[in-house]
Nanobody, 120 residues
Framework: QVQLVESGGGLVQPEGSLRLSCVAS????????MSWYRQAPGKERELVAT????????DYADSVKGRFTITRDNAENTVHLQMNSLKPEDTAVYYC?????????????WGQGTQVTVSS
């Protein structure tokens, strides 16, 4: 059974920091690219950060570059999102995603989400 379980969300003041974690199980974690998405109320889900299966390459949305860092530990089947200098506009539900392209198919898994609220 595939599971992605996020944790680490909460309420933080502007300019504060949070570290999100996502623990994966039920699939070969090291074969999947991992991403964090977010969805704010009334808005579409947007891609925040991606890290490839080996962890060598990462990519970020322009809105979080220089503030957020995505990392992964393939030995622990875990991906993290370190969020610094948080802004009120970062408020959203953050989702962990695992994706793999294999023989013409896309394998796509999602976590249940964790709420991040940035407010004074």
């Amino acid at each position: 059974q595939v599971q992605l379980v996020e944790s680490g969300g909460g309420l933080v003041q502007p300019e504060g920091s949070l570290r999100l974690s996502c623990v994966a199980s039920g699939f070969t974690f090291s074969s999947y690219a991992m991403s964090w998405y977010r969805q704010a109320p009334g808005k579409e889900r947007e891609l925040v950060a991606t890290i490839i299966s080996t962890g060598v390459n990462t990519d970020y949305a322009d809105s979080v570059k220089g503030r957020f860092t995505i990392t992964r530990d393939n030995a622990e089947n875990t991906v993290h999102l370190q969020m610094n200098s948080l802004k009120p506009e970062d408020t959203a539900v953050y989702y962990c995603n695992a994706r793999r392209w294999w023989l013409g198919q896309v394998f796509d898994y999602w976590g249940q989400g964790t709420q991040v609220t940035v407010s004074s």
